[in-house]
Protein backbone atom coordinates (compact mmCIF):
# COMPACT_ATOMS: atom_id res chain seq x y z
CA UNK A 1 0.00 0.00 0.00
CA UNK A 2 2.62 2.43 1.10
CA UNK A 3 4.35 1.75 -2.61
CA UNK A 4 1.66 2.32 -4.09
CA UNK A 5 1.11 5.87 -2.24
CA UNK A 6 4.34 6.75 -2.62
CA UNK A 7 3.87 6.26 -6.37
CA UNK A 8 0.69 8.06 -6.61
CA UNK A 9 2.15 11.33 -4.94
CA UNK A 10 4.91 11.38 -7.75
CA UNK A 11 2.30 11.31 -10.32
CA UNK A 12 1.42 14.25 -8.39
CA UNK A 13 -2.09 12.70 -6.83
CA UNK A 14 -2.45 13.97 -2.97
CA UNK A 15 -3.47 11.16 -0.29
CA UNK A 16 -6.24 12.06 2.26
CA UNK A 17 -7.09 10.35 5.16
CA UNK A 18 -10.66 10.47 5.03
CA UNK A 19 -12.81 10.20 8.35
CA UNK A 20 -9.86 9.88 10.68
CA UNK A 21 -11.05 8.98 13.88
CA UNK A 22 -13.55 6.34 12.91
CA UNK A 23 -13.25 2.81 11.05
CA UNK A 24 -9.98 1.62 9.82
CA UNK A 25 -8.05 4.98 10.58
CA UNK A 26 -5.72 5.09 13.74
CA UNK A 27 -2.80 6.57 14.83
CA UNK A 28 -0.78 3.50 13.70
CA UNK A 29 -1.67 4.51 10.10
CA UNK A 30 -0.15 8.22 9.99
CA UNK A 31 3.14 7.30 10.96
CA UNK A 32 3.39 4.55 8.59
CA UNK A 33 1.15 6.13 4.89
CA UNK A 34 2.24 9.10 3.18
CA UNK A 35 -0.80 11.26 3.67
CA UNK A 36 -1.12 14.64 2.37
CA UNK A 37 -4.21 15.84 4.21
CA UNK A 38 -6.02 14.73 7.36
CA UNK A 39 -9.77 14.62 7.44
CA UNK A 40 -11.72 14.42 10.71
CA UNK A 41 -15.07 12.69 10.51
CA UNK A 42 -18.21 14.39 10.31
CA UNK A 43 -19.28 12.67 13.59
CA UNK A 44 -17.17 14.44 15.58
CA UNK A 45 -18.19 17.64 13.86
CA UNK A 46 -21.56 16.97 14.69
CA UNK A 47 -21.11 16.66 18.26
CA UNK A 48 -18.76 18.44 19.24
CA UNK A 49 -20.99 21.40 20.84
CA UNK A 50 -22.99 18.94 22.55
CA UNK A 51 -20.00 16.90 24.18
CA UNK A 52 -16.70 17.98 25.27
CA UNK A 53 -14.98 14.64 24.43
CA UNK A 54 -16.02 15.39 21.06
CA UNK A 55 -14.49 19.06 20.62
CA UNK A 56 -11.13 17.60 22.51
CA UNK A 57 -10.76 15.18 20.10
CA UNK A 58 -11.10 17.61 17.16
CA UNK A 59 -9.03 19.80 18.78
CA UNK A 60 -6.45 16.68 19.28
CA UNK A 61 -6.64 16.17 15.58
CA UNK A 62 -6.29 19.57 14.74
CA UNK A 63 -3.06 19.33 16.54
CA UNK A 64 -2.12 16.42 14.84
CA UNK A 65 -2.20 17.70 11.64
CA UNK A 66 -0.03 20.31 12.46
CA UNK A 67 2.47 18.00 14.17
CA UNK A 68 2.33 15.89 11.10
CA UNK A 69 2.66 19.25 8.58
CA UNK A 70 -0.67 18.42 6.85
CA UNK A 71 -4.34 20.86 6.32
CA UNK A 72 -6.60 19.52 8.98
CA UNK A 73 -9.90 19.22 6.81
CA UNK A 74 -13.67 19.03 8.93
CA UNK A 75 -16.51 17.70 6.91
CA UNK A 76 -19.75 17.91 7.62
CA UNK A 77 -20.22 21.91 9.00
CA UNK A 78 -23.80 22.88 9.01
CA UNK A 79 -23.90 26.24 11.51
CA UNK A 80 -21.94 29.60 11.86
CA UNK A 81 -21.20 28.05 15.83
CA UNK A 82 -19.16 25.12 14.67
CA UNK A 83 -17.24 27.27 11.96
CA UNK A 84 -16.14 29.50 14.53
CA UNK A 85 -15.19 27.04 16.96
CA UNK A 86 -13.19 25.55 14.17
CA UNK A 87 -11.59 28.84 12.99
CA UNK A 88 -10.56 29.38 16.56
CA UNK A 89 -8.73 25.90 16.93
CA UNK A 90 -6.97 26.62 13.70
CA UNK A 91 -8.37 24.24 11.48
CA UNK A 92 -6.95 24.86 7.63
CA UNK A 93 -10.35 23.48 5.58
CA UNK A 94 -13.80 23.66 6.21
CA UNK A 95 -16.55 22.12 4.87
CA UNK A 96 -19.89 20.97 4.54
CA UNK A 97 -23.99 22.22 4.39
CA UNK A 98 -23.00 25.69 5.93
CA UNK A 99 -21.59 26.86 2.49
CA UNK A 100 -23.40 25.05 -0.31
CA UNK A 101 -25.24 21.43 -0.57
CA UNK A 102 -22.92 19.25 -3.03
CA UNK A 103 -23.21 20.52 -6.44
CA UNK A 104 -22.71 18.32 -9.87
CA UNK A 105 -20.01 19.16 -12.08
CA UNK A 106 -21.85 20.81 -14.54
CA UNK A 107 -23.14 23.20 -12.36
CA UNK A 108 -19.73 24.07 -10.43
CA UNK A 109 -18.39 26.56 -12.69
CA UNK A 110 -22.11 28.74 -12.26
CA UNK A 111 -21.69 27.95 -8.62
CA UNK A 112 -18.08 29.54 -8.23
CA UNK A 113 -19.41 32.32 -10.03
CA UNK A 114 -22.47 32.99 -7.89
CA UNK A 115 -21.06 32.41 -4.59
CA UNK A 116 -17.79 35.00 -5.61
CA UNK A 117 -20.37 37.59 -6.98
CA UNK A 118 -21.88 37.34 -3.46
CA UNK A 119 -19.11 37.27 -1.35
CA UNK A 120 -17.89 40.55 -3.43
CA UNK A 121 -21.13 42.46 -2.35
CA UNK A 122 -20.32 41.66 1.29
CA UNK A 123 -17.56 43.02 1.51
Given at each position: LIEVLESMRSKGFHIEM???GTGYS???MLTALPIDILKIDMSF???MEKDEKN???VE???DI???LKVPAVAEGV???SQLLTLRKMGCDVIQGYFFSKPVPPEEFAKFIVREKALWA???
Open positions: DDFSLSIRNKKMLIIAKFETEKKK
